[in-house]
């Protein structure tokens, strides 16, 4: 395996708008890989079409920091910096979609690489957020996270 | 944002060079065709009909180079240069991160099969 997988994952929080609720940031040293992005929620049980989109940032936003989990207990940590449930958005970069699905919120919202050339790499000091980009009907506890690899 | 930073070395008895490079005017793309691929414990790049091989240690630096100069300031008119002995091979930006982003992947790949396969 080269480099370090890392985890974020946010459980059961309440949200009631459209919004990032992950930004990534890689470090300046090194390149980040989004390998997975999930977003879910387990206090709604009608189906809602909501959307979400994996796009690149130009200008960091303000959120809550989050520590990602190393995916092997030894390994260094994440040398970037994670913010989730974002308060100020960031400036997203125009053009720079690179995933945009709709999801029923019973079913909640997975993307994976369908092979190596669609993982998304994220050049060192560059930015990328997963976005609720349409607002739930009413609060929804959401539980969200990606899977991240950095290397160098 | 980050600068960008030139890296050169030799692989499958060919030189390699990844940097910047000036191409003014409209962005005339000069490759048709590629492609990354994992070939066992190497991963193997073919830019039309070249065919590039590079052991794992050699495609991360590759692939991170790609990624690190792809994403750094740019001036205009930059463009990301891939050159293998001689021939040179001007990228976008993001078609360099994404090249960049794969080989890792495929690194990631061969370094595995070497693991599974090599006692």
């Known amino acids: ?32 890989l989004l390998e997975r992005a999930q977003i879910g929620q387990n206090s709604f049980d009608t189906s809602e079409n909501l959307g979400c989109k994996i796009q690149l940032i130009t200008t960091t936003g303000t959120g809550t920091a989050t520590t ?26 125009a053009n720079k979609v690179m995933y945009q699905s709709g999801f029923n919120v019973l079913s909640g919202f997975l ?27 009413a609060s929804m506890n959401f539980s969200y996270g990606a899977t991240i690899r950095q290397v160098g | 944002m980050i600068d960008g930073q030139r890296l050169e070395l030799w692989s499958d008895g060919q030189r390699l060079v990844v940097d910047r490079k000036k191409q003014p005017g409209i962005y005339r793309p000069r490759v048709t065709k590629l492609v990354a691929r994992q070939e066992q414990g190497s991963v193997v790049v073919f830019i039309d009909d070249r065919r590039l091989e590079m052991t794992t240690p050699i495609a991360v630096k590759v692939g991170f180079s790609l990624c690190k100069n792809g994403g750094a300031w740019l001036e205009p008119d930059d463009r990301v240069l891939l050159e293998i002995s001689g021939t040179e091979i001007l990228l976008l930006p993001e078609i360099a991160v994404r090249l960049g982003g794969a080989i890792l992947r495929k690194a990631d790949r061969a370094d595995d099969w070497q693991r599974e396969t090599v006692h």
Do not use: C, F, R
């Open chain 1, 68 to 93: 990602p989990v190393p995916a092997e207990a030894q390994n260094a940590a994440y040398g970037g910096t994670v913010k989730t449930n974002m308060t100020i958005e960031p400036s997203y970069t």
């Open chain 1, 1 to 32: 395996m080269i480099g370090q997988v890392y985890y974020v994952h946010i459980g059961a929080q309440a949200q009631t708008a459209s919004k990032t609720l992950i930004e990534i940031a890689s470090a300046s040293s090194s390149v980040t």
């Open chain 1, 111 to 137: 993307w994976t690489p369908a092979n190596d050339d669609e993982v998304i790499a994220v050049a060192p000091s560059g930015l990328v957020g997963i976005m609720l980009d349409v607002a739930p009907s």
